[in-house]
């Protein structure tokens, strides 16, 4: 089962404006052929199919561990996709009185993803910066543990590339911090299933790290998550569970050359994270509503009776 808890991984700083067509582009990482969605289908169904779960509790837990971590940056990246979408914070709820005489939302018909204002309000869905949607084609779970691992670490890896082509599109500070935070996290799931493949194999592939080739030092959102050691740390989310996995990601393996040097260590629970940043409302586009004070109102009391 699945532990919820109401923040996000990390903290995502208020957009500067509003910026559709950057929402589209970070919808990349959620819904493309290396997105969140892949990683998180993948890993997921794979602990689920895992052989020999008892006799392989390292390799299981691993793939386990980093699933639960997967449902969290597809919140991560759905969060900055919708305040992109959304802009600036706002300390109430927007008042344009809902007058839709006067086709208040035309900029929305020449959006890259128009369907994301006319089908979701602005919101985020599993598909990519074009609107084509995530699938089960993308999922591989053949039951065999070094075929799964091998794509994993490929699917990092192109995680990677995806993530860092991304970020150059965006000039945004709150879609480069879900980019910076992504690397960083990503690196050590790559890092980790190389790991994983050297105590079977015998094969070293952790060389192949980073790929493609530029260290996270040159990427200046980056660099807070590496000072504070999350490059070393994979975290079992979980109070007492996938503690196992320490035979893999532990036992004096050091962090990646070129990173800040460590020892890799496994974190019982999950990160600090950060908030979860409040989007306000357009009647005008009936999110929540077209007139929601009643709404608002009632949400009111049935707060005030839970206390």
């Known amino acids: 089962m699945f532990l919820r808890i109401d923040k996000l991984q990390a903290e995502l700083p208020a957009p500067k404006q509003k ?40 390799f299981y837990e691993l793939v386990a561990s980093i699933t639960a971590e997967e449902l969290g940056h597809i919140e991560l990246v759905s969060n900055g996709v919708a305040m992109l979408a959304n802009g600036p914070d706002n300390d109430g709820d927007e008042t344009d009185g809902g007058d839709i005489s006067g086709a208040p939302m035309a900029a929305m018909k020449d959006i890259r993803l128009a369907a994301s204002f006319l089908s979701n309000g602005g919101g985020a869905t599993p598909v990519n910066s074009n609107g084509a949607s995530w699938n089960n084609d993308f999922v591989t779970t053949s039951g065999n543990v070094v075929t799964d691992l091998l794509h994993n670490f490929h699917l990092e890896c ?19 911090e879900v980019c910076g935070y992504l690397l960083v ?17 015998g094969v070293a592939i952790e060389q192949m790290l980073p790929t493609p080739n530029i260290n996270l030092d040159k990427i200046p959102e980056c660099q807070k998550y590496l000072q504070e050691g999350s490059h070393r740390r994979l975290y079992t989310f979980s109070p007492k569970d996938y503690t196992h996995m320490s035979g893999i990601w ?40 077209y007139a929601p004070e009643e709404m608002f109102e009632i949400a009111k009391k049935l707060t005030k009776k839970a206390r």
Do not use: C, W
């Open 185 to 201: 996290r990503g690196s050590v799931h790559a890092h980790a299933y190389a790991l994983a493949l050297k105590q079977i194999t």
């Open 158 to 176: 192109g995680a990677r590339l995806h993530k860092l082509r991304v970020y150059e599109t965006l000039s945004d500070p709150t879609g480069r």
């Open 19 to 58: 910026d559709p067509n950057a929402a589209a582009a970070l919808q990349e990482l959620l819904g493309g052929k290396y997105g969140e969605m892949s990683t998180l289908g993948n890993y997921m169904f794979q602990s689920f199919n895992f052989r020999s779960k008892a006799k392989l509790r390292p």
């Open 250 to 289: 532990g036992g004096g393996e050091m962090a990646l050359p070129g990173d800040p040097p460590g020892e890799l260590e496994v974190v019982e629970g999950h990160p600090d994270g950060g908030k979860i940043h409040q989007l306000t409302g357009v009647p005008s586009a009936f999110t929540p509503d």
